[in-house]
Structure formats: C-alpha cells, structure tokens
C-alpha cells in the first residue's frame, strides 16, 4: 500500500514569502536547477496564481498553464514544459486569472486530481507560491512536506515572515518551517536575520524555525535575470550559486531522513481544513 502512495519517495517543497520583492521565485528556480544539476528529477510548479513570473525567468512562453487544467479534454503532460531534458521540467501558471485567485477547495481538489499522478515521477516537487497569507498558499503549504519560508534582513520581511509562521500554526498546528535568508552581506547577516525570526518564534509561539542557509547578495543574480536564464546555469561558481547549491544539499539530506515516511505519505497531502 505505501509503494502505491508515493513509490519514489518523491518530496513537496513549498516556497513562499511573507512579502513580495525577497526573490523567492528566483530561489525556487535556482534550487530546483541545483537538485537537477546534483542528479534528481525536479519538478518546478508555479503556483503564484497572482503574479506567475517563472516563465519570465526562464524566457519562455508556454501555451498552457494551470487554468487550462480545468478544461477536462486537457491532460499534465500537456501543460509542462520541459526545461533540461532527462528530468527538469515547470508546470506554468496564469497571473491575474480571477478563477485561479479565488479557487475554492472543490477546484483546488479538480486540480490536485488531475496533477497527482504526475508527483511521483519526481524525486522533488518544488511549489512557488505566491507572498502572503491568501488562502492558496495556506492550503498548499500545509498539503507539502517541507515548507521553506524566504526571508531578508529587512524589518518588514521578519515582521511579515512572522506573520505567516504564525497563521499557518494557529490555523493548522505547523510547527516545521525551514528559513532561506535573501539578499545577505555575511554569514554574520544571516545569523542576525534568522535569530531575531526565531526568538520571535520561540518567545511567542513556543517552537523555532530551522535555518536552511543564507544567499548572498550577487551581481550574478539579477544578470542572470536580464538574460532569463538560471543563476544554477549562468555562474554556477558565483556566492550565491554557491549559497544555493548549500541550501539544495541541506534539502536533500531532509529527503534522505524521511525516505521511509515519505513512502507513507501522497506527494501533496489532503486539503487542509484549519481549526475552529
């Protein structure tokens, strides 16, 4: 029964951010781009139903995207798009579809449905989501194994950041966050940046966050943008490629501490309801 659930242990990543403007997308990118580049298949969806930009990133105009996965006729395999063959591929989205916006669970379920089958050809299924505490990014972030929270030395992206920990633990009872600290100077930036996060956390909430690892600010990075091609594929030897690739590393080893869970779980769990 558990090989048929999730047969190749495949693991959901959500990507999400308390703000927009910390490069979340560009992190999601990047380190699916590096598990693919360490040898595992990775699927990048992006799920930022608002403001889809992956395929910006990417430089690419696909001819279907998530919204058409409600038309019945329309099948998975139609809608990705290939980014590396052998086994890096992106499922689009739509920015500013009103249907996609306010999707109810009976839609999130249609869709979900029709994508599962799809999960576990993946070692990773990597989910940008979209910033802030809409009700998709709620429900998808819980349905997902490992939730990896985006975050910059700025105070209102702790104090945003802050703010999602919090409605995704009094709502749903999480409690297991991974923190990315952006846009760094230091290693020193990073320790002061998650520290405050987590003191918040543990004064408030009773529990701390870990910290998955900082990125440095790179020059590389937004010229990587300019080009529309992976920072992973432009520098793969500039700082943050490098503070990247340590990042997709701790990742990696989180699949490789719950193998044998993973294989009793589906790729993304059911939809969550959150407490009365």
Do not use: W
Request: with cysteine; hydrophobic share 45%; aromatic share 6%.
């Amino acid at each position: 029964m558990s090989q048929a659930i999730n047969p190749n242990t495949s693991m959901s990543v959500a990507i999400l951010s308390g703000k927009g403007g910390v490069g979340k997308s560009n992190l999601a990118l990047n380190l699916s781009y590096a598990l693919f580049r360490a040898g595992h298949r990775a699927l990048l969806m992006d799920f930022d139903v608002g403001l889809a930009n992956v395929d910006v990133l990417l430089g690419l105009s696909p001819e279907k995207n998530l919204q058409d996965l409600f038309r019945p006729e329309v099948t998975a395999a139609e809608v990705m798009v290939p980014v590396e063959q052998g086994g890096f591929d992106f499922l689009p989205a739509a920015s500013g579809v009103p249907e996609l916006l306010e999707m109810d669970d009976d839609m999130r379920e249609i869709l979900f449905q029709k994508l599962n089958a799809s999960f576990s050809a993946y070692d990773y299924l990597m989910l940008d989501l979209g910033a802030g505490i809409s009700q998709t990014v709620l429900t998808v972030a819980v349905m997902s194994h490992v939730r990896v929270l985006v975050v910059t030395p700025e105070p209102t992206s702790l104090t945003d950041s802050y703010a999602v920990i919090k409605v995704l633990h009094t709502q749903y009872g999480i409690t297991d966050f991974h923190i990315l600290v952006n846009q760094v100077e230091s290693a020193a930036d990073t320790k002061t940046t998650y520290s405050r996060l987590s003191a918040a956390c543990q004064h408030f909430l009773g529990f701390a966050p870990e910290l998955l690892g900082g990125v440095r600010s790179d020059p590389a990075l937004p010229d990587a943008v300019r080009r529309q091609i992976p920072l992973m594929r432009h520098a793969p030897r500039s700082p943050a490629a490098q503070d990247i690739l340590s990042a997709a590393v701790k990742l990696h080893r989180i699949r490789q501490s719950r193998q044998e869970a993973l294989r009793d779980m589906p790729v993304l769990g059911k939809i969550p309801q959150p407490r009365k």
